[in-house]
T-cell receptor
Framework: AQSVTQPDIHITVSEGASLELRCNYS??????LFWYVQSPGQGLQLLLK??????LVQGIKGFEAEFKRSQSSFNLRKPSVHWSDAAEYFC??????????????FGQGTTLQVKP | KAGVTQTPRYLIKTRGQQVTLSCSPI?????VSWYQQTPGQGLQFLFE???????NKGNFPGRFSGRQFSNSRSEMNVSTLELGDSALYLC???????????FGPGTRLTVL
């Protein structure tokens, strides 16, 4: 069965420091991978996605992620964190299957706290 | 383009009642997916509609149902509410297939 694991439930970084949020997935075929961000009381905003091609993908707000098939990982990175990046981050995988249309499987989320 | 809209944003109901939530997708999108978000279970897929047909369903009891109209707007209904149904209900729209899902702000349901 497909699954997504975000090993870090909570991360605290200083403003200006670099950030890496980890995501591991379990899926037999090539997955469709996404990172979303959620601010308190809000819906999910797409940061970036990987469907195929270049394994390093760029997203909004200065985020990037790298797909590593050998490690079943899709880690999110940002070189310099801003206080406004404090939020909850979700990694998600979509199933390439006609019986699983429209279904994203989400990790449990990582809450990012930014220290001034 | 306007984003995904959900109404109402907040709801308070009591156990045993039923509730209907509405989702208007981005113009031109024909697929609408629904998710339940709770602190304990995280984000879980409820169902997906495309062109008025339910194509996929998650592992939820039959009390959870939905429908989609010809203009792609979707509703979900929860009957015989339980305390455990308290959650943020999110809908997402896409053009279908494996295009990106865009999420609405959610409806916060509280069951007392």
């Amino acid at each position: 069965a497909q699954s997504v694991t975000q090993p870090d439930i909570h991360i605290t970084v200083s403003e200006g420091a670099s950030l890496e949020l980890r995501c591991n997935y379990s899926y037999g075929a090539t997955p469709y991978l996404f990172w979303y961000v959620q601010s308190p009381g809000q819906g999910l905003q797409l940061l970036l996605k990987y469907f195929s091609g270049d394994t390093l993908v760029q997203g909004i707000k200065g985020f990037e992620a790298e797909f590593k098939r050998s490690q079943s990982s899709f880690n999110l990175r940002k070189p310099s964190v801003h206080w406004s990046d404090a939020a909850e981050y979700f990694c998600a995988v979509g199933a390439e299957s006609s019986s699983n249309t429209g279904k994203l499987i989400f990790g449990q989320g990582t809450t990012l706290q930014v220290k001034p | 383009k306007a984003g995904v809209t959900q109404t109402p944003r907040y709801l308070i109901k009591t156990r045993g009642q039923q509730v209907t939530l509405s989702c208007s997708p981005i113009s031109g999108h024909r697929s609408v997916s629904w998710y339940q978000q709770t602190p304990g279970q995280g984000l879980q897929f409820l169902f997906e509609y495309f062109s008025e047909t339910q194509r996929n369903k998650g592992n939820f009891p039959g009390r959870f149902s939905g429908r989609q109209f010809s203009n792609s707007r979707s509703e979900m209904n929860v009957s015989t509410l339980e305390l455990g149904d308290s959650a943020l209900y999110l809908c997402a729209s896409s053009s279908g297939g494996w295009d990106t899902q865009y999420f609405g702000p959610g409806t916060r349901l509280t069951v007392l």
